[in-house]
């Protein structure tokens, strides 16, 4: 009878669980989708070499996205830098 007892826990548990599940507000994602949407373009221009090796990097790698490496390479640098030079009292 102590089985019975612990899958009777068990399932009591798991519906508690399920239950307290928070709930989504129906316009929670189309916000956030709204504010990852990129709408800012900027162009940027690379020499023969430095295209050379961003072209060896993504056939090495099997990246098909190039925007990709370039967004998170910047966005790197940029976010190092600023914790980096943050502001000092003195």
């Known amino acids: ?4 007892q612990q899958i009777v826990l068990t399932v009591h548990v798991l519906a508690r669980k399920i239950k307290s599940a928070p709930v989504v507000k129906p316009d929670f994602f189309q916000k956030s989708r709204e504010a990852l949407r990129r709408r800012h373009r900027q162009v940027i221009y690379l020499n023969d070499s430095e295209i050379a ?29 600023l914790s980096d030079s943050h502001p000092t009292l003195f």
């Open 53 to 81: 090796a961003v072209r060896e990097y993504c056939d090495r790698f099997g990246i098909k996205a190039r925007s990709a490496i370039f967004r998170e390479a910047t966005m790197e640098r940029i976010l190092a830098e």
């Open 1 to 4: 009878m102590i089985i019975g």
